[in-house]
């Protein structure tokens, strides 16, 4: 059994790093838990951190680690249980060093990934990591997560632009294991098992961040696709002419577009109206002519019928505006309200198959709408149901628990996985149970038993 975080524990936790609880370090970004917490310590140092988790370990109190507060899966909110002590890495926020020969960065966890792509930028280098909630997710808590975002295709997700970490265990001593190293085969990497991992095996307070040069010039499109099988086509086909170049490839629904312009209409569309949309970026070296390049494969693309129309970026504002509205379609989900919301991947030759097999069996449900968007390149999906025109998420009462179960089945049977790029947390937790591996989740439990024993760190979240 835990304790409450309460004013007896304050006396044993270090000077100064006790703050009121705000607010801010008890929601999360759906609305769909309300957390709790008893005190909220903001720590300075890796130090500080350890005190802190060496306090709760001796006084069974759950420890939960809070970064910016983005993630949309609950991993940063107790909703119930004994309160926590809440852990803000708020104050955590220095960039230790930048190597720029290297292609090296040390960042705390405290630190926004949009600081770090600014460090990164000032070193003429580049951090190409991007997330919609770059301007608050802090660092730590994208490796927890192992956050995606939209230029894995060409990057990987956060575990491959990390190089090493510093993190405190749950017993409250230090790894150090900050490592600049592209190559290190000492045995198991601690690194990889805490990224993740989401808080529940110890806490990340820094890490060394790979980083790359910055391309010569950029290339951005918005081209209209008959279908998903085409968006498919087209992306193998920029991939054998820009081998290496493809940044992201994002595929838009016209569902998504009609959304955007009913909720947002002051958002401009350089292609309204098309039935399939992928909004495509190209990071070209140096010889290289970006419009050329784009020309080249349009071109091709037109000639063996996989656009239908395209909208080339003349400028970097007009880039901008394509990545302004391709932003923005979480924004226009939210006000039109969806019933069922799925983070789910496949392998990409299954994804034709499933966007249209998952859309029968939906229509054969009632009068719903489907958004289906999401990063193309990597095989991640955003696949949300809707209420049909006029009506509302509490006509559809009935189909709140049908449709995840029916949408996932159809996703783990083509290989997939429920939850591609916003990990575990509180959401999905019964989901973990329903769709893993029997074998995976007994060795999970193994671990955190082994590290995590009295399960102080972050309980509730990821297992049960």
Same mark, same amino acid.
């Given at each position: +059994?835990?304790?409450?975080?309460?004013?007896?524990?304050?006396?044993?936790?270090?000077?100064?790093?006790?703050?009121?609880?705000?607010? #801010?370090?008890?929601?999360?970004?759906?609305?769909?838990?309300?957390?709790?917490?008893?005190?909220?310590?903001?720590?300075?140092?890796?130090?500080?951190?350890?005190?802190?988790?060496?306090?709760?370990?001796? !006084?069974?109190?759950?420890?939960?680690?809070?970064?910016?507060?983005?993630?949309?899966?609950?991993?940063?909110? +107790?909703?119930?249980?004994?309160?926590?002590?809440?852990?803000?890495?708020?104050?955590?926020?220095?960039? &230790?060093?930048?190597?720029?020969?290297?292609?090296?960065?040390?960042?705390?966890?405290?630190?926004?990934?949009?600081?770090?792509?600014?460090?990164?930028?000032? =070193?003429?280098?580049?951090?190409?990591?991007?997330?919609?909630?770059?301007?608050? =997710?802090?660092?730590?808590?994208?490796l927890a997560a192992n956050a995606g975002g939209t230029g894995v295709l060409r990057w990987g997700n956060a575990r491959a632009l990390c190089l090493g970490i510093e993190a405190v265990m749950p017993d409250g001593s230090i790894l150090r294991d900050l490592k600049r190293l592209r190559k290190d085969n000492t045995g198991y990497s601690l690194r990889d098992l805490?990224?993740?991992?989401?808080?529940?095996?110890?806490?990340?307070? =820094?890490?060394?961040?790979?980083?790359?040069?910055?391309?010569?010039?950029?290339?951005?499109?918005?081209?209209?696709?008959?279908?998903?099988?085409?968006?498919?086509?087209?992306?193998?086909? /920029?991939?054998?002419?820009?081998?290496?170049?493809?940044?992201?490839?994002?595929?838009?629904?016209?569902?998504?577009? /009609?959304?955007?312009?009913?909720?947002?209409?002051?958002? #401009?569309?350089?292609?309204?109206?098309?039935?399939?949309?992928?909004?495509?970026?190209?990071?070209?070296?140096?010889?290289?002519?970006?419009?050329?390049?784009?020309?080249?494969?349009?071109?091709?693309?037109?000639?063996?019928?996989?656009?239908?129309?395209?909208?080339?970026?003349?400028?970097?504002?007009?880039? /901008?505006?394509?990545?302004?509205? &391709?932003?923005?379609?979480?924004?226009?989900?939210?006000?039109?309200?969806?019933?069922?919301?799925?983070?789910?991947?496949?392998?990409?030759?299954?994804?034709?198959?499933?966007?249209?097999? !998952?859309?029968?069996?939906?229509?054969? +449900?009632?009068?719903?709408?489907?958004?289906?968007?999401?990063?193309?390149?990597?095989?991640?999906?955003?696949?949300?149901?809707?209420?049909?025109?006029?009506?509302?998420?509490?006509?559809?009462?009935?189909?709140?628990?049908?449709?995840?179960?029916?949408?996932?089945?159809?996703?783990?049977?083509?290989?997939?996985?429920?939850?591609?790029?916003?990990?575990?947390?509180?959401?999905?937790?019964?989901?973990?149970?329903?769709?893993?591996?029997?074998?995976?989740?007994?060795?999970? &439990?193994?671990?955190?038993?082994?590290?995590?024993?009295?399960?102080?760190?972050?309980?509730? =979240?990821?297992?049960?």
């Open positions: +059994m835990l304790n409450p975080a309460d004013d007896r524990l304050v006396a044993a936790l270090p000077a100064g790093v006790v703050r009121p609880l705000e607010p #801010r370090h008890l929601d999360e970004p759906r609305g769909y838990f309300a957390g709790q917490g008893g005190l909220l310590a903001a720590p300075r140092t890796v130090e500080e951190v350890a005190a802190i988790v060496r306090a709760c370990a001796e !006084a069974r109190v759950a420890v939960l680690p809070r970064g910016g507060g983005t993630g949309l899966v609950a991993g940063a909110v +107790m909703p119930d249980g004994v309160p926590p002590l809440v852990l803000s890495l708020e104050r955590m926020t220095t960039i &230790r060093d930048v190597w720029p020969d290297e292609d090296a960065l040390v960042a705390e966890a405290g630190v926004t990934l949009q600081q770090v792509q600014e460090a990164a930028a000032a =070193a003429g280098r580049q951090f190409p990591l991007s997330l919609a909630s770059q301007g608050t =997710a802090q660092i730590g808590g994208v805490l990224i993740g991992a989401e808080g529940t095996l110890g806490i990340i307070t =820094a890490a060394a961040l790979k980083l790359a040069p910055r391309p010569a010039a950029m290339a951005t499109a918005m081209l209209e696709v008959p279908d998903p099988q085409a968006a498919l086509q087209l992306l193998s086909l /920029a991939q054998e002419m820009m081998a290496g170049c493809v940044t992201t490839f994002e595929l838009i629904s016209g569902q998504s577009l /009609a959304f955007v312009a009913e909720t947002l209409p002051e958002i #401009r569309q350089p292609l309204p109206g098309a039935p399939w949309s992928v909004l495509l970026e190209l990071s070209l070296p140096k010889g290289m002519d970006p419009e050329a390049a784009v020309e080249d494969l349009l071109g091709r693309a037109m000639e063996e019928g996989l656009v239908l129309d395209g909208a080339i970026a003349q400028s970097g504002q007009q880039a /901008a505006e394509f990545w302004n509205l &391709r932003e923005h379609l979480p924004e226009a989900n939210r006000r039109i309200g969806a019933i069922s919301s799925h983070d789910i991947s496949l392998p990409l030759s299954e994804i034709p198959r499933f966007i249209a097999d !998952a859309g029968a069996m939906i229509a054969g +449900m009632g009068d719903l709408r489907i958004n289906c968007f999401g990063h193309l390149g990597d095989g991640n999906l955003h696949y949300n149901v809707f209420p049909g025109p006029g009506r509302t998420r509490a006509d559809y009462a009935d189909l709140r628990f049908r449709l995840p179960e029916a949408i996932y089945g159809m996703v783990v049977e083509r290989g997939g996985s429920f939850s591609a790029e916003h990990g575990v947390g509180r959401l999905k937790v019964a989901d973990l149970e329903r769709w893993g591996d029997p074998v995976k989740l007994s060795s999970m &439990r193994a671990i955190k038993a082994a590290l995590d024993p009295q399960g102080i760190m972050n309980p509730g =979240a990821v297992l049960s």
